[in-house]
């Protein structure tokens, strides 16, 4: 037997209109991670699909042990071995652990009933087995996304999968939890299991990956081992386009204060909070998730109530009880959720854009479409949003674009300080590039960036001086030029470098 | 082109179908376009049509009101009764309007402020309200309205009164909807009740004024089913709500919120409303009638989301692909399209009956 666990060979797809795989062919080894990269609409998720037995392939032929496979559903994909970890987990949270792990194959008695005697004593070994510490009648809205994402995987075990699909697993957990996750991934490599995993983040892609196969515009670009790559030719081969300079910072000569927070409190959530940002400056939020940083910004922005302390908006004080007031103030904020919290799912890109400034738009109580129309589209084109057109739904275009269509929101409210909560997250190569630029050219006109991120390498990749929050409090403040480094910011956000 | 043309269809199906179903009943019943039929499927439609316009801004914004049929009900007896005793049209309208808005500023408070469904907070108006009208009235129908009638029965320039109140309420609802802060914001409200808020916009706010909204709307549909009724009925008009649902529904408002529009609930309330006349005018059986426009509902709604989720399927891949541009039907467009569809298909209404007199 040869040691090909999966072997796609020769896929096409097509959708009206568009051809979104063509002859893709891809071999996964047995007992390895194969990273799959590429931008979004790359066609990575298209091909999951068809290994998911979710599409059907117009052309092409997957085998499995050599032998060739039709897959024509997910259970039937599940009766194969091929299990998946979706990016947006899928789980019912108000059931229990042990009948999330047992959801649509309940084992019955004779006379039809559920057998909850089995199901318990099967979870408790399952849960044993994997060293999962929680009770197998937990509900699983107790439990966090990493706990429910090891939840997912042994399931697939337990199902038997020998070939499982993981599509994004680090997007929404903590640093250490990563570290949890890559040990599985090893444990699970160690018994034979392949692993398709799919991922934005470069380091981590590096860190665990043994081969990587590069997509781009729906066909292979190349498949290698990945000690014979480095990180700069991935991004390459991913956007088909050699990107300079992964950064492009340029220093800017700044201005008056543009915000200023003094002593801003919160009960049990952040305290005494105390920064500025000038005009022209890019002003960086590092720490761990749970830091506060998050919820700092939204207090600031009017969406939740703050106990105390005072906000200056180009040296007044001002204040804010709702982002309407903000708006109004000229304070912005591009919030982390942009699913939850900032597309309009059903309604077009242009209203999706108006949406914040409508009022730039109504003179004595009409609405003029056209000026509408005529200032989205100039700043659509300045903020480069790609879009088929302007009556285009929000939920069609890519997550990149998206992200530019909310800050062509935000910047047709002529923002003064702008705050942008992990603006790049979830979001491909090129689009973070042209996300990045885009901040350039806002300090570029003299407004302020509140950026607050987890990625370090961006952080001091744009910021002219980056706050450091741990456990609801500011622990550090380093400059460009100074102290500038991934090693100082990670003292002051663990806490150690206090005092 | 072909595909431009598939898509400009799917856009304007629902219009299409009105067409088609006109020309059908003009078909099968030699009565129907007599100007006589014609001028009362109108004057039938205008109740609901104003339910339909309050049911549709309502969820729009992801609410909904289960009480408009007896919220019409208590501010029509109310109006009816205050004009009995007055003499004046102004009190009664007065009288209809604050009583239908008062009811809808308790629903606005409980879904707005209580956070409970719109569901249920509006499933109790429906109770509440229905029993008030019934214990002022001691369950009695108020009867003699004198000229209270003539806001139903009443013609100008030989166009029904209703008629000619709905037209100007068409035109006015559509531009609240379509060229105010408030109308824009609805969309938002009911697309990402959250990402709205984030945006600036005053959630509790929109939530109380399209209650008013639709208080103003019920209110006058109230005074409308009481004239053309010739009394004051505690019990009348039970089940409206389910009229005017029905109409926007037809008429492509999503019930998962942030897409409906004025036009389409017109032409939603007209393919109920002629499907309705043309079986009356065949005859047909009234408990079959139920059955059908029961069926009609699901119909429309499961042909609408099949589509929908076959375009999506379609588009989740295209990226950059710029088929969907070659039909720029824009919002501005759109308003264009909005303002000749509701011309085209409102005013003439009022205006077609003389024209087919003289058929």
Redesign the interface.
Known sequence: MSDIKMRVSGVEKSFPGVKALSDINFSLRKGTVHALCGENGAGKSTLMKIIMGIYKADKGQIYIDDQPVTIRSPIQAMELGISMIAQELNYVSDLSVEENLFLGRLPVTKLGRVDWKKVRTDAKRFLKEEGLSYAPDQKLKTLTVSDIQMLEITKAITNNAQIIIMDEPTSSITEREVGILFEKIAELKKKGVSIIYISHKMDEVFQIADDITILMDGTVVSTDRAEDLDMDTVISRMVGRKIENVYPKEQVELGEMALEVKGLNKEGIFENINFHARKGEIVGFAGLVGAGRTETMRAIFGLDPYDSGAIYINGREEKIRSPEDSIKKHLVMLSENRREEGIIPPRSVEENASLASLKNFIFGGYAHRKKERNDVKEMFEKMNVKTPSMDTEISKLSGGNQQKVLLTRWMLCDPEVMILDEPTRGIDVGAKFEIYKLMTAMVREKRAVIMVSSELPELLGMCDRIYVMCQGRITGCVERGADFSQETIMRFATGIGEG | MK?NASQYLQKYTIYIVLIVLFAICSLISPYFLSGNNLMNVSKQLCVGLLIAYGEMILIVSGFLDLSAGSVLALAGVLSVSSYKATGSMLVAVVVAITVAVACNVVNAFFVGNCNVPAFIATLGMQQVARGIALYYTGGQNILQLGDFVDIGQGMVFGIPVPVILVVIITVVVWYIV????YG??I??IG??R?????????TKASIYKSYIINGILVGLAGMIFMARNNAGLPNGATGYEMTGLTAAIVGGT?F????GTVSGTVAGAFIVGLLENVMNLRGINAYIQEIVKGAIIVLAVSFDVISKSKK??????????????A??????T??ARLQTASKSQCPPEGTQPPDNKQL
């Open positions: 595909k379509n060229h105010t802060r824009r914001g969309y938002a697309g990402n959250s990402a709205a808020e984030a945006s600036g916009i005053n999503s998962v919120g942030g897409i999506s399927g379609k588009l989740i891949i295209v990226k950059e692909k710029p088929e969907k541009g039909v720029t039907h824009g919002t501005s759109e308003s």
